[in-house]
């Protein structure tokens, strides 16, 4: 089993859905929690980064965590076109317990028509 | 530069022949990592750098790869007679410490052994 798990999907919405995009783990010792997305033939681009549970708000952006259940997840609200791309999910642990290189699900792929 | 670079963003390559890949990052960021992402999978970690030195080289997958970091900014991936399942893109990413895991990738260089 991998440390973290991503359904690779793809998830498929139509414009202005709200779309759910979830990661689960194993590592109790993961503490930083971020969300990437990527372009085809792009790097990641960092969108969201939080540090242990709770909610975290930027725009039509919200991620949570449930580090209890070892959950993870990222809304995005009033999808667009533009938002297709693959969604993948890292984490990392802290200097007092855990590796601090992050580890990566293997992503979501997105698609949001028209 | 504003972001991390790059170079070469693409590579082709014969089999068994030796590769240099290029990672300039953030000016300032001491932290800098380097990852390899096969299709349709997420980045899988290579090697951490903290400085000029490298702090976990654990995810380089046999003695043909190495990293350096000599003067703890610009990083050279070499790969040694290179294999075709060596084929995938390289990623660099750098973050302003080890411990502050907001990590921003380059584009990264993908690299065809054939």
């Known amino acids: 089993q991998k440390e973290v798990e991503q359904d690779p999907g793809p998830l498929s919405v139509p414009e202005g859905a709200i779309v759910s995009l979830n990661c689960t783990y194993s590592?109790?010792?993961?503490?930083?929690f971020m969300w990437y997305r990527q372009y085809s033939r792009k790097g990641p681009e960092l969108l969201m980064y939080?540090?242990?549970?709770g909610n975290k708000e930027d725009g039509r952006f919200t991620a949570q965590v449930d580090k209890s259940s070892k959950y993870i997840s990222l809304f995005i609200r009033d999808s667009q076109p533009s938002d297709s791309a693959t969604y993948l999910c890292?984490?990392?642990?802290?200097?007092?317990?855990?590796?601090?290189?992050?580890?990566f699900g293997r992503g979501t792929s997105l698609i949001v028509h028209p | 530069g504003a972001g991390v670079s790059q170079t070469p963003s693409n590579k082709v390559t014969e089999k068994g022949k030796y590769v240099e890949l290029r990672c300039d990052p953030i000016?300032?960021?001491?932290?800098l990592y380097w990852y390899r992402q096969s299709l349709g999978q997420g980045p899988e970690f290579l090697i951490y750098?903290?400085?000029?030195?490298?702090?976990?080289d654990s995810g380089l997958p046999n003695d043909r790869f190495f990293a350096v970091r000599p003067e703890g900014s610009v990083s050279t991936l070499k790969i040694q007679r290179t294999e075709r399942g060596d084929s995938a893109v390289y990623l660099c990413?750098?973050?302003?410490?080890?411990?502050?895991?907001?990590?921003?990738f380059g584009q990264g260089t993908r690299l065809t052994v054939v």
């Open positions: 000016s300032g960021h001491t932290a």
């Open positions: 590592n109790s010792a993961f503490q930083y």
């Open positions: 750098f903290q400085g000029t030195g490298a702090a976990d």
């Open positions: 939080t540090y242990s549970s």
């Open positions: 890292a984490m990392s642990g802290s200097p007092g317990g855990g590796s601090y290189i992050p580890t």
């Open positions: 990413a750098s973050s302003l410490s080890g411990i502050n895991t907001e990590a921003f």
